[in-house]
């Protein structure tokens, strides 16, 4: 499944610290936006989906925790994460009541890459939602399926074109299954499939004797999804 670069925000007024993040974090892939202060990392909310925060306590302007408590506020599924010197159990009492990651200095790598594993669960649980959302909104066509080709009552096309389709057909089902929900697979498959019944071409059976239509369906449905071209049991 295909997934947006994360974007995660620094905040940390000592420019050695706001490198060393920038050195741990950006070998990984994500994209680290980096800011001296409170002030100057709230007017980058506007231009970036953040992920992540990690933010500094001793803040030119206001603490770290308050601004955390802000950006629990504006985003309940942002994973944020007090990075500060202070050993203090107000303050850790305090994250753990705003769902704060509090995470003291000096730090090990493998504590920032825990936060962004949260986030990224998170991200692939947004991004399946997503794709069941998408599939749902797709038409159920099973109770015209048989339908289809009376109701076009077009030419069957030539040999080759036929041989092209059911090609492509069995190469969208197989990438499927090796690689899971593709919207692009998917769509392919999908279009192909009804394009098929459409013409009224007749599809080989799949490895497990299923029509390419039954194996289309258990595919999605086995991601949570409901059948496209199997009717409901009454």
């Known amino acids: 499944m295909e997934h947006p670069t994360l974007h995660i925000l620094v905040i940390d007024d000592d420019e050695a610290m706001r490198r060393l993040f920038f050195d741990m974090l950006s ?7 980096l800011a001296e202060s409170a002030e ?3 007017s980058q909310l506007p231009y970036y989906n953040f992920s992540v925060a990690f933010l500094d306590h001793n803040l030119p302007g206001m603490e770290g925790l308050v601004l955390g408590e802000y950006l629990r506020n504006q985003n309940p599924d942002l ?6 010197g202070e050993l ?3 303050i850790q009492r305090l994250c753990e009541q705003y769902s704060i990651t509090y995470v003291a200095k000096p730090f090990e790598r493998s504590q920032l890459t825990q936060v962004i594993a949260r986030a990224e669960q998170k991200a692939s649980k947004s991004a399946l939602q997503q794709d069941k959302e998408a599939l749902a909104a797709t038409p159920r066509i099973a109770e015209y399926f048989e339908a289809m080709p009376d109701v076009f009552e077009l030419p069957s096309p030539p040999q080759r074109l036929q041989d092209q389709l059911r090609w492509h057909i069995k190469e969208a089902l197989s990438r499927m299954r090796m690689h899971g929900s593709s919207e692009a697979d998917r769509a392919l498959a999908f279009s192909a499939l009804v394009t098929a019944r459409v013409l009224n071409i007749k599809l080989p059976k799949t490895r497990k004797g299923l029509s390419m239509w039954e194996e289309y369906d258990e595919l999605i449905t086995s991601w949570g999804c409901e059948p496209i071209f199997r009717k409901k049991q009454d």
């Open 27 to 33: 070998p990984g892939g994500y994209q680290v936006i």
């Open 40 to 42: 100057e990392g709230l």
């Open 79 to 84: 994973e944020i994460a007090l990075v500060t």
């Open 88 to 90: 203090c159990s107000r």
